[in-house]
C-alpha cells in the first residue's frame, strides 16, 4: 500500500462531566458520580495522562462511601413516590412505540450532530461557528421530537437505546456548545481564533450548563479551587534561541 492514509482529529474524551463536589456528591441529593461522568475538579481545562484510572479509585471510594452515609442518614422514600417516578419514565418510553409519522432517523440526526459539532466546536472556534453550532443544536432537538423508532419490540432493542441515547448526547452537545461560545479565550483545548489568549481575570473558572425543560442550558460559573499547583502558560519545547 502507496496510498496516503487519512488522519483526523477525534473525540477521545472530555475535560467534564457532572458536578460534584470532593465526596462525589452532585447538587442532586442522593445522587452521586465518579470516575469519566463526574468532573471532581482534578483536570481542568485539559486532562492529564493517566489521570482517570487513579480519579476512579480514589473518588469512586469516596462516592461509596458517601453514598452510604447519605443512605444512613436519610431514611428511605415510600413505595408509592418510587413508582410514580418510574411510571413517569416508562410513560417516555412508551410514547416512542406509539409514536407514527415520524420523519427522523437516529442516524439522520446524529450525523447531523457531528457535522455540527466537529465544523463549530472542533479543534479550532470562532463566535460565528458556535453560534452556528448552538443553532443547528436547537433545530436538531426540535426534530428529535419526531424521531422514528423502528423497532417495536420489547426485548433486546438496540433501536429503542440508540434512540435514548440520542438525546443525551444532543443534551451533552449544547452544553459544550453554549459553554464554548461564552468562554472568549482560549483554555487547555478550548481554542479561539477570535480570542487567542488566555483570560484568567474573567474565565478561571469552571462553565456549569444547567438545563431546565426543553430551553437550551443556562451557562453559569463556579470559582477553581488552586492549591499549590498554578496554571502556567502553555508552551511546548524549550525558549526559543
Known sequence: ?????????????????????IDAATPLPGLFAAGECACVSINGANRLGSNSLTELLVFGARAGRGAAAFAKAN??????????????AQARIRALF??????????????AMNDTMESGAGVYRSEAALQETCRVLADLRRRYDVVQLQDRSNVFNTDLIQV????????????VAHSAVQRKESRGSHQRLDHPERDDDNYLKHSLATYRGAEAPTVSYCDVVITRSKPAERVYGGAAA
Open 164 to 175: 435514548l441515547e440520542l438525546d443525551a448526547m444532543l443534551q451533552v452537545a449544547e452544553a
Open 75 to 88: 431514611p428511605m422514600g415510600s413505595a408509592s413516590a418510587t413508582r410514580d417516578g418510574a411510571e413517569v
Open 98 to 111: 406509539v409514536r407514527e409519522g415520524g420523519r427522523e432517523t437516529v442516524f439522520g440526526l446524529r450525523k
Open 1 to 21: 500500500m502507496h496510498e496516503p492514509i487519512p488522519v483526523r482529529p477525534v473525540v477521545h474524551y472530555t475535560m467534564g462531566g457532572i458536578h460534584t463536589d
